[in-house]
């Protein structure tokens, strides 16, 4: 789409150049969506060279940068794409549309968990941690007031379906969705004066009611599904003691194998931190390290469960920087988003913010599905926000 949106562009100034001169839009600089744009694309073209030159030193399966170019290819569409309007730019139908196919990805995730749990259809993590991309873009539209009030309670009610979708992952690392939107509520209501009980209505008060009462008999209940969510919480507790008391039993646990790969990968990075030791050599290191404690839950991991623990391990200082240019890429199209198109920014917001958390329990960007579900949820915020500038 963004290929044609570059060549119809192209024909459509040739035949009008005169136009473009003498217009007054000739002189008008770019759109602040049109530089939050370039901002990504420049991020993802810098993290992209800077992985590359420490990937070619160590020889590494250039397979494993899929990640980074899924990203360089989506903000090279994206650029076209709000580049150059009208060519496509969602109206006001669309917008709702795209809307309603978030809350019913929404929806679905909730469906697929409910029934498979965390026998999701990929890596669990890095599918929920996508589910949430899709939840951070879509609870900022909740609060549009273009959008008709019984449209938007809908999106409401699915936003906390994917919520309840992430939670029934049982994907901890993940967890951290539920505090960014109760922060994010609570600023928005704030903002907006819904703390201010008298404008409550009475339907308001019986819905919060009747949620509020659904809640406490739930806990009550203490259905199968809630009583195995707060068995694996209690369950970070149990092994991270072990890990302290026994740490070769607890190396075959979830949370124990992760905080024995984290000490073991902070010894590597004071021992060699400049250039790493490239991601073959890292794994081989963990296969060595899993033999010494005798722990097969380690041997048969690829990565260190930590996404910035990993890229400095395998390649060293320009790895980890080259994730840090990634995030601050979208810090800077937050900033550049937030006065002009705040729903947009809040949804790529809520999107670092999953991003950088759940990359705190997990290598996520080893998956394919996560790479593509970044780049395609960083790229419909900016395709949205540019919508906004269009003539309705």
């Not at 709000?82 to 929404?106: E, H, I, N, S």
């Not at 990359?359 to 996560?370: A, D, F, K, Q, R």
Request: some cysteine; hydrophobic content about 50%.
């Amino acid at each position: 789409m963004g290929f044609w949106a570059f060549l119809r562009s192209e024909r459509v100034q040739r035949s009008n150049i005169g136009l473009q001169f003498t217009g007054h839009g000739a002189f008008s600089g770019p759109s602040p969506v049109e530089e939050a744009a370039r901002i990504w694309l420049f991020a993802c073209l810098a993290a992209t060279a800077i992985r590359i030159i420490p990937h070619a030193f160590w020889q590494d399966d250039w397979d494993r940068r899929h990640a980074e170019i899924r990203l360089l290819l989506g903000a090279m569409a994206t650029v076209a794409l709000v580049k150059w309007p009208p060519f496509y730019r969602l109206m006001g139908t669309q917008k709702r549309r795209l809307g309603d196919a978030l809350a019913l990805a929404c929806a679905m995730g909730m469906g697929v968990t409910a029934v498979y749990g965390r026998e999701t259809p990929l890596h669990a993590i890095a599918w929920a941690v996508s589910l949430s991309f899709l939840v951070c873009l879509l609870a900022p539209m909740v609060l549009d007031p273009h959008i008709s009030a019984a449209r938007r309670r809908l999106w409401a009610v699915t936003v906390l379906m994917g919520c309840m979708g992430v939670v029934l992952s049982q994907s901890r690392g993940v967890y951290g969705l539920l505090i960014w939107l109760a922060l994010a509520g609570y600023v928005a209501a704030s903002n907006r004066t819904l703390m201010q009980l008298s404008t409550f209505r009475l339907r308001t008060w019986l819905g919060v009611g009747i949620a509020f009462g659904s809640f406490i008999w739930m806990l009550s209940a203490q259905p199968t599904w809630l009583t195995t969510i707060f068995q694996r919480l209690s369950e970070v507790w149990v092994e991270a003691s072990l890990s302290q008391s026994n740490p070769g039993e607890a190396a075959n646990t979830s949370v124990g194998s992760r905080l024995f790969l984290w000490s073991r990968a902070l010894d590597a990075i004071e021992a060699q931190p400049w250039f790493g030791y490239g991601k073959e050599n890292s794994i081989a290191m963990i296969k060595q390290w899993g033999q010494e404690i005798n722990s097969a839950q380690v041997q048969k991991l690829g990565h260190l469960h930590h996404e910035f623990l990993d890229a400095w391990v395998s390649h060293g200082l320009m790895g980890i920087i080259s994730l840090l240019v990634l995030a601050t890429g979208m810090g800077l199209v937050v900033r550049k988003l937030w006065v002009p198109h705040p729903r947009a920014a809040q949804g790529v917001l809520g999107i670092l913010f999953m991003h950088l958390t759940a990359g705190l329990s997990n290598t996520n960007m080893v998956h394919n599905y996560y790479g593509a579900m970044l780049s395609l949820s960083i790229s419909l915020a900016l395709v949205m926000a540019a919508s906004e500038e269009a003539k309705h």
